[in-house]
């Protein structure tokens, strides 16, 4: 088994609001990813929310993170995900309240 630590979404911004937008998809010819860090960061003038979730094929789409909300200038990193494991195929998504407005900045391992 083979492990890849890398950067897994570099300050990638939602184009949509209140829309889940798939941000990482776990290599399908893998085992699998494990996050390690995700931190969202808000660079606005106000407090923005977002929300986080992990799809697998055929599966719903419930949040890890239901809205939370992130103070105008602050950064989070919310331990609801740091640690989850995406199998092969699985996507991260993420929704903010209001387009290009949360840059997210996710780390893992990528296991073959």
Sequence with gaps: MAVTNTQLVDNKQTTLA????SVYTSP???KGTLITNFTAANSTAIDRTYKAFIVTSGSAIIPLVPARTILKGETDTPPEVAGQF???????YVETNAATSISFTVSGREIS
């Design 18 to 21: 209140d829309t889940p937008e």
């Design 86 to 92: 995406m199998p092969a195929s699985a996507q991260l």
């Design 28 to 30: 399908p010819t893998q």
